[in-house]
């Protein structure tokens, strides 16, 4: 087809014509909207780094929930920050810790929206590692029945769905036999399958007090200039049992999306992380950018990609803005 008895610009003359041939369509139905949980009561603590985030204590935090599913957002991702921390991060998996408590409390208030819990234990452990520490190197084995163990209690708490991030080989599978062997059957996983060792995760670092305390997280998330590498880690995880898998971070790793959506018949997930919201809001702030708009395209970005699910700190502001449109 060439001009001019092709002409594109037929299509785009008007706001009709341009609906209808939209490839497109983010809807609310796409958006998770993540939530730090923190302990006490009346708290509301703004994130610096993050404008517009907060650390919610359980009431407020159910406030929030509640906002949400009234916008029409059907999930939420809940990271827990404790009030104490150790070598073996044993708040992650506590019975009383702030993420099964949040759970319960979302669970008896706000039953209809979906909660889905982040597994790790880097918020939750005295040096800020993702597994378990010996003589300065993660022992990858030994840190999967502590992952289970998390997984099993948020699920018990009430938690409808577990998502694994910490990235060591072998946990999708350990959690599938650990929530089948306590009749958990019905939890799926959700997993950070394609995790890459990003410098886009500081604001969360800072939001989740979960920065390593020595060296970095290069040995196991994955290497930014690999792709190959992410199909392997992706098919291991759904051989293990995964029910849907997860890349993070979003933006810079559009082509990752793209290409697991090719490959892989599962639902794809993609985290539109801190580093990536945080531009935008400072970007809006200085007034370089029109901050919704550059929002709405930014979701939609992801969405064309390839993901069906996106977990974002943006998920009531887009919501708000889907519903008005």
Request: with cysteine; net charge negative.
């Amino acid at each position: 087809m060439l001009f001019p008895d092709y002409r594109a610009r037929r299509m785009r003359q008007n706001a009709a014509f341009r609906r209808m041939i939209r490839e497109t369509t983010l809807t609310v139905d796409d958006l998770v909207l993540p939530l730090f949980a923190i302990n006490g009561k009346n708290i509301k603590e703004p994130i610096p780094s993050m404008p517009g985030q907060f650390h919610l204590s359980v009431d407020n935090l159910v406030n929030t929930v509640k906002e949400a599913r009234d916008l029409g957002v059907p999930a939420i991702m809940l990271f827990g920050i404790p009030e104490k921390k150790d070598l073996l991060g044993t708040r992650a998996y506590a019975k009383d810790g702030i993420v099964q408590k949040a759970v319960s409390a979302i669970k008896n208030k706000v039953p209809e929206i979906a909660v889905i819990t982040d597994v790790c234990l880097c918020q939750y452990t005295d040096h800020g590692h993702c597994g378990i520490v010996e003589n300065g190197i993660i022992d990858n084995d030994a840190t999967l029945d502590l992952l289970a163990r998390t997984a099993v209690s948020h699920a018990k708490s009430g938690a409808d769905m577990v998502a694994p991030s910490d990235m060591m080989d072998g946990r999708i599978g350990a959690l599938r036999e650990a929530l089948d062997d306590n009749q958990l059957e019905n939890t799926p996983i959700m997993s950070y399958a394609a995790k890459y060792c990003s410098a886009y995760y500081g604001p969360f670092r800072e939001a989740a007090h979960s920065a390593p305390q020595f060296g970095d997280r290069r040995t196991y998330q994955m290497d930014p200039a690999n792709s190959l590498e992410a199909i392997r880690e992706v098919t291991m995880d759904v051989e293990e049992g995964a029910d849907i898998i997860m890349v993070k971070p979003a933006l810079p790793y559009l082509d990752i999306i793209s290409r697991i959506r090719d490959e892989i018949d599962l639902p794809v997930a993609a985290y539109n992380v801190s580093g990536e919201y945080s531009m935008i809001k400072a970007a809006e702030k200085m007034g370089w950018i029109d901050g919704q708009k550059v929002m709405m395209e930014t979701l939609t970005s992801i969405k064309r990609a390839g993901a069906d699910i996106i977990m974002t700190y943006f998920a009531l502001d887009a919501a708000r803005n889907l519903t008005a449109s």
